[in-house]
């Protein structure tokens, strides 16, 4: 009998068997670069390319905080989705969007940003370290605080207003973005 289909799917397998070994062995730096590649894109070209964050992504643009989340990282960004905008009478989200504002508007979307990659595992595991409570520095300067309601990871900002994180560790290039709910501030409005 003559099972070329089966030599294939044979022959790829042991293709990843061997490309398994060979990054457990020696890392991923032993594999050549042409065999794999990355389709993850920056924080940046996400929320640019996602129809759940227009309002955020403009927001970004406006502030040119999207080159910031286009560069290397890494960084853990908690992203409110255009609905989370909704907590905004459309004249309050105008307002901020005006040249005026621009300064606030970029200290809003700097506090949902915080330097490294924190997983959601990283955030449970604080959370267990603090007795279930953790929180996080923002690049804003100021705290965010993190707790547990039933299964839900909650983001408490400095006004007590509270979020919750929707869809954790969608994985990027340069860090990781987890959804929200609501948009946390760092000061009154």
């Known amino acids: 009998m003559n099972f070329p289909q089966s030599k294939t799917y044979l022959t790829l397998a042991l293709l990843c068997f061997n490309l398994v070994c060979m990054a457990q062995g020696q890392g991923l730096s032993a594999i050549p670069t042409g065999l794999y590649f990355s389709a993850k894109k920056t ?21 040119d905080l999207e080159e910031v989340l286009d560069m290397d990282g890494p960084f853990t960004f908690f992203a409110p989705t255009d609905n989370a905008f909704g907590q905004f009478s459309p004249e309050e989200l105008n307002s901020l969007f005006k040249e005026e504002n621009k300064a606030k508007l970029k200290s809003l979307l700097s506090y949902h940003l915080v330097a490294g990659h924190i997983s959601a595992s990283k955030i ?32 408490t900002d400095s006004l007590g207003n509270k979020a ?26």
């Open 124 to 155: 449970l595991k604080a959370l267990c370290r603090g007795g279930g409570r953790a929180s996080f520095t923002t690049i804003q300067g100021k705290k965010v605080t993190a707790t547990m309601s039933g299964l839900d990871i909650v983001l």
């Open 164 to 189: 919750i994180i929707t869809e954790a560790d969608n994985n990027q290039s340069n860090g990781v973005i987890h959804q929200i709910d609501r948009v946390i501030l760092p000061s009154t409005m």
């Open 43 to 63: 924080i940046a070209e996400k929320t640019m390319k996602s129809d759940q964050y227009r309002t955020l992504y403009a927001a970004l643009k406006a502030t």
